[in-house]
């Protein structure tokens, strides 16, 4: 909590005034005024700069207004959450889930629509799979609320797979990446071979490409039938030659995929098997935030 005083202008500010019949009203402050202050305080995270400037009457008519919207976010929040109760009693796991997933947008620091919320998912805590999904990973990482009442529920089983999760992926890894450097060094070896040939042939079509142009430019130079002879050869060279070469360059582009591919973690089933649980274990770091530190 901070303690604030809204300055209008230099030397003035706003506080709130008692008045001899117990009401309140916001004045402006010249200074030196010898009525009962009522220090104006705020909290940090609802500083806002909408409010500079305001009038007296205007700032308290928009801090009444905002307190109005609040009450009614924590009352809908509430019917919201009897709402998900409900359901959740009738074993409609979805309907409370919906319910829940409302309230907690009205009110996400609100224990029990953040709890009941997970409780839905989980339907009763006992099933753990559906909170490592994209959506609800992101309500765990939101609804820290609920971090501590989730795992008094469902603490070991998650800390078990937790843990399983790490073992697999520690035997996994060095696995993955020996393969993978197998494999890079192969496509490596692949890429260079292709990449001399591209080059060879490309020089070659220069070369015929040239020799043909020369060839051409002599024809009418010249009463020799040579200048047409080396025309039509080179001609035919230089055809061949760009053909291979772009062959060549075919293979040299999907030899250059390949060793891009191999780079991803993803790129084998182990690669993929190990970035799944990767992704796991980043989601139960949501929820035992103090063994990652």
């Given amino acids: 909590m901070e303690e604030r005083i809204l300055d209008k202008d230099e030397g003035r500010g706003i506080r709130l005034k008692r008045t001899a019949e117990g009401e309140t009203d916001a004045v402006e402050d010249a200074g030196g005024a010898s009525e009962e202050e009522v220090t104006l305080t705020l909290p940090d995270e609802e500083y806002d700069e909408d409010l500079v400037g305001l009038t007296p009457s205007q700032l308290q008519e928009e801090l009444e207004k905002r307190e109005r919207a609040r009450q009614e976010a924590i009352k809908e929040c509430k019917r919201l959450t009897e709402e998900g109760n409900a359901s959740l009693a009738a074993g409609d796991f979805a309907a409370a889930e919906n319910s829940f997933g409302q309230a907690v947008v009205y009110d996400g620091e609100d224990p029990d629509a953040a709890l009941g919320y997970f409780a839905a998912v989980t339907q009763n ?23 501590a009442p989730l795992l008094e ?60 142009a020369i060839s051409i430019d002599n024809i009418l130079r010249t009463l020799s039938n040579l200048p047409l002879i080396l025309s039509i050869v ?60």
Avoid: W
């Fill in 125 to 147: 805590f006992t099933a753990a799979e559906p909170l490592y999904t994209e959506e609800h990973a992101q309500e765990l990482a939101r609804l820290t609320v609920a971090h």
């Fill in 234 to 293: 080179f001609g035919v060279l230089t055809f061949l030659s760009l053909t291979v070469t772009a062959v060549f360059g075919a293979k040299l582009f999907g030899a250059v995929r390949l060793c891009a591919k191999n780079e991803k973690e993803n790129a084998t089933s182990g690669g993929k098997r190990l970035l799944f649980l990767k992704e796991r274990l980043e989601t139960l770091a949501i929820l035992f935030p103090e063994d990652e530190e």
């Fill in 153 to 212: 529920r469902m603490g070991d089983v998650l800390r078990a797979e937790r843990d399983a999760y790490r073992q697999e992926a520690e035997e996994l890894r060095p696995v993955v990446e020996e393969k993978q450097s197998v494999r890079r060094a192969a496509f490596a070896a692949n890429r260079n071979h292709y990449t001399i040939f591209t080059c060879v042939f490309l020089f070659l079509t220069a070369i015929f490409a040239v020799v043909t």
